[in-house]
């Protein structure tokens, strides 16, 4: 229980701060959220084959590598800038290069100048962020819960072209332009994971999640007020943890001719839910 002091004559209510804290949802945003899903070195496949390279131009990121697979006459794989020379091979041979640095690269074979290729290495992109602003990681709200689920998102090297909001595993839908948000209705009790996704232009993706909680109010009592002072008096409250709530009162009193007697103001106090956590609210 919790005692506020109110003011006899009802000029000002006093509140103290109360912060819930609740270990299942201490975690901060990004202690399970920001995931980026990292791009990892791949190989690109050329065949030697009918005179020819197959592909004759592949695209490919920086610290990727590219295999010439031999299958037919001798040919060789030979760059035209001396970075790399296979020897002149056979069916069946294969030679690998790896590429640490953008740029174009041409090659031909040394047997037959008349067979050119191209490889093109992109610099590797810089993922996206994605931070989800509201609601914060552990919120409480009192069901039934409406929330505007949002997200800032940006790319230091390209733009984002969209941000996905899922409730679970279950998509919200797909926000293509800044302000990146979707509106969530009427959450019954319980736990919810909310992710936000941001892709970039180059297909990185990354991942921000929020947990929270929505809960069912407990129906609040107050005991009857006791005199503290000639302008104060005391009460007790019973209420649900996590939430916030907000005192409303109405009184009637006696004149002040008449005796002060405790029993005779009438106060009436109701204790109201509030959706989330007010910073001049939450008691302490």
């Not at 270990?23 to 995931?35: E, H, I, M, T, V």
Request: glycine share 6%; hydrophobic share 40%.
């Amino acid at each position: 229980m919790k005692r506020t002091n109110v003011n006899k004559n009802f000029k000002s209510v006093s509140p103290r701060k109360r912060l819930f804290r609740f270990a299942l949802y201490g975690l901060a945003s990004c202690a399970f959220g920001c995931l980026p899903f990292a791009l990892s070195a791949t190989t690109a496949n050329v065949s030697i084959v009918n005179f020819a390279f197959s592909p004759p131009s592949v695209n490919i990121n920086v610290n990727d590598s590219v295999n010439w697979t031999w299958a037919g006459s001798p040919h060789s794989s030979t760059s035209d800038l001396g970075l790399w020379e296979s020897g002149v091979r056979g069916t069946g041979a294969i030679f690998t290069h790896t590429f640490t640095s953008a740029g174009s690269f041409p090659f031909h074979c040394s047997v037959h100048p008349f067979m050119t290729g191209t490889i093109t290495v992109q610099s590797a992109d810089v993922p996206p962020t994605v931070i989800i602003s509201n609601p914060t990681n552990g919120s409480v709200f009192a069901a039934p819960a409406t929330l505007n689920l949002t997200a800032t998102a940006s790319d230091s090297d390209g733009s984002v072209t969209n941000v996905q909001f899922f409730q679970g595993t279950t998509s919200l839908g797909s926000v293509a332009n800044s302000p990146y948000s979707v509106t969530v209705r009427d959450l019954a009790a319980g736990n919810y994971t909310f992710s936000a996704v941001a892709a970039d232009n180059a297909g990185t993706k990354v991942t921000n999640s929020v947990m929270m909680r929505v809960v069912s109010p407990e129906p609040t009592t107050l005991t009857a007020g006791r005199r503290l002072s000639p302008s104060s008096f005391q009460f007790s409250y019973s209420a649900t943890v996590g939430l916030s709530y907000v005192v409303q009162r109405s009184a009637a009193s006696t004149p002040r001719s008449a005796p002060l007697d405790p029993l005779e103001e009438r106060v009436e106090e109701r204790m109201l839910p509030i959706p989330t956590h007010h910073p001049l609210l939450d008691y302490k």
